[in-house]
């Protein structure tokens, strides 16, 4: 089955500076990869997604880049805010949005001001 | 988009009894998924919930700890059996559309 690494653990940047998070899957069959932001107590919401016939996609200061070859995939948040801070998760899925879905360990992110 | 209700929010439950979780989608879904996030954690799928069928679980997961029920396109539970404090999670309900995956709130779990 699929398998999804997270890295790094834990992050910590200044506020306005760039944050970068990077996966890499397993499968090669996967096809869908989103990003979930999930702030304390909460539930895990969609950031951004990406599917495989794409590499990068953009959405203002949330970019995600794809390299099925190599299987990694990145989220990179740029003029960070404290708002950012949050854990996130990748996934991976081989199918679609309505499938099952393998999350990556996740990264705590913490926005200095 | 899909709006998934689930209910207990949380609870505290003695050693040795079982929790029932419900979970309600606004809308017919095929499939529905289980997870636990342990505290700190990631989400770990427990298993796929399909209508008229029995659900499918993932490695390190048993029906008999478990039973999950589906019985209609919009609704499913999650019992966790003879519970102990290793159980202690949140457990989320999940479903997919075309577009998205969406969670329910989640089911805060202390077993004592």
């Known amino acids: 089955g699929e398998n999804v690494e997270q890295h790094p653990s834990t992050l910590s940047v200044q506020e306005g500076d760039s944050a970068v998070i990077k996966c890499t899957y397993s499968?090669?069959?996967?096809?869908?990869f989103p990003w979930y932001k999930q702030e304390l107590g909460k539930r895990p919401q969609l950031i951004i997604d990406?599917?495989?016939?794409?590499g990068e996609k953009k959405d203002q200061r949330i970019a995600v880049t794809l390299n099925k070859t190599a299987k990694h995939f990145s989220l990179h948040i740029t003029e960070t805010q404290p708002e950012d801070s949050a854990v996130y998760f990748c996934?991976?899925?081989?199918?679609?949005?309505?499938?099952?879905?393998?999350f990556g360990s996740g990264t705590r992110l913490s926005i200095r001001p | 988009s899909a709006v998934i209700s689930q209910k207990p929010s949380r609870d505290i439950c003695q050693r040795g009894t079982s929790l029932t979780i419900q979970c309600q989608v606004d809308?017919?879904?095929?499939?529905m998924f289980w997870y636990r996030q342990q505290p700190g954690q990631s989400l770990t799928l427990i298993a796929t919930?399909?209508?008229?069928?029995?659900?499918?679980?993932e490695s390190g997961f048993v029906i008999d700890k478990f039973p999950i029920s589906r019985p209609n396109l919009t609704f499913s539970t999650l019992t966790v059996s003879n519970m102990s404090p290793e159980d202690s999670s949140i457990y989320l309900c999940?479903?997919?559309?075309?577009?998205?995956?969406?969670f329910g709130q989640g089911t805060r779990l202390t077993v004592v």
């Open positions: 999940s479903v997919g559309t075309r577009t998205e995956a969406f």
């Open positions: 499968d090669s069959a996967s096809n869908y």
């Open positions: 990406i599917r495989s016939n794409v």
């Open positions: 996934a991976a899925t081989p199918y679609s949005s309505a499938s099952k879905i393998i």
């Open positions: 809308s017919q879904v095929t499939m």
């Open positions: 919930a399909n209508q008229g069928s029995e659900a499918t679980y």
